[in-house]
T-cell receptor, first 117, second 114 residues
Framework: AQKITQTQPGMFVQEKEAVTLDCTYDTSDPSYGLFWYKQPSSGEMIFLIYQGSYDQQNATEGRYSLNFQKARKSANLVISASQLGDSAMYFCAMREGLNTGGFKTIFGAGTRLFVKA | DAEITQSPRHKITETGRQVTLACHQTWNHNNMFWYRQDLGHGLRLIHYSYGVQDTNKGEVSDGYSVSRSNTEDLPLTLESAASSQTSVYFC?????????????FGPGTRLTVT
């Protein structure tokens, strides 16, 4: 069964507008972490933001924020004020078993974001 | 500066040949990972290791093997390459156990099996 689901294969957004990329996950472990990575056309993987399952507040990093809804098992990435350089593939990832030293990280299929001028 | 490198960056091989992809990191991270990236599948975990002499199978380990003889290196071997193993392979490393440690990725190796 898929543990990380990204239902939007591709999305378009107008420059300067906000966009939400969806991510749902499946785990029975109470201690886990959620990550978002960006992969531009050049191919490298860039870490964006992290949310722990016990974190009380939604994570934010500059124009990136994570809309964490624990009961719904969703961890959507919100990009505010989109820029042309935000055009890329975005991956959601999960690490389970944080309180037992877990480090194995699995990824979703990704969402390709296109920012229009 | 610390980094993680992969070699070769591009490789074409024939079906049935043994192929080894190298991964070397200078972060001194205990945790290392191999993923393959295919359209529609994202990144799928092949093998991972939390330290010297430790290796674990991931989601798609059939046909692949790894060994960890030191902290810096985790080579990935395709015992008998198949066309289904044509993919882009990423190596990654991370610090520590659990927690918010992000992964640092290598630049990737594009492997074509003909």
């Amino acid at each position: 069964a898929q543990k990380i689901t990204q239902t939007q294969p591709g999305m378009f957004v107008q420059e300067k507008e906000a966009v939400t990329l969806d991510c749902t996950y499946d785990t029975s472990d109470p201690s886990y972490g959620l990550f978002w990575y960006k992969q531009p056309s050049s191919g490298e993987m860039i870490f964006l933001i992290y949310q722990g399952s016990y974190d009380q507040q939604n994570a934010t990093e500059g124009r990136y924020s994570l809309n964490f809804q624990k009961a719904r098992k969703s961890a959507n990435l919100v990009i505010s004020a989109s820029q042309l350089g935000d055009s890329a593939m975005y991956f959601c990832a999960m690490r389970e078993g944080l309180n037992t030293g877990g480090f194995k990280t699995i990824f979703g299929a990704g969402t390709r974001l296109f920012v229009k001028a | 500066d610390a980094e993680i490198t992969q070699s070769p960056r591009h490789k074409i091989t024939e079906t049935g040949r043994q192929v080894t992809l190298a991964c070397h990191q200078t972060w001194n991270h205990n945790n290392m990972f191999w993923y393959r990236q295919d359209l529609g599948h994202g990144l799928r975990l092949i093998h991972y290791s939390y330290g010297v002499q430790d290796t674990n199978k991931g989601e798609v380990s059939d046909g692949y093997s790894v060994s960890r003889s030191n902290t810096e290196d985790l080579p990935l071997t395709l015992e008998s390459a198949a066309s289904s193993q044509t993919s882009v392979y990423f190596c990654a490393s991370s610090e520590g156990q659990g927690g918010s440690y992000e992964q640092y990725f290598g630049p990737g190796t594009r492997l074509t099996v003909t």
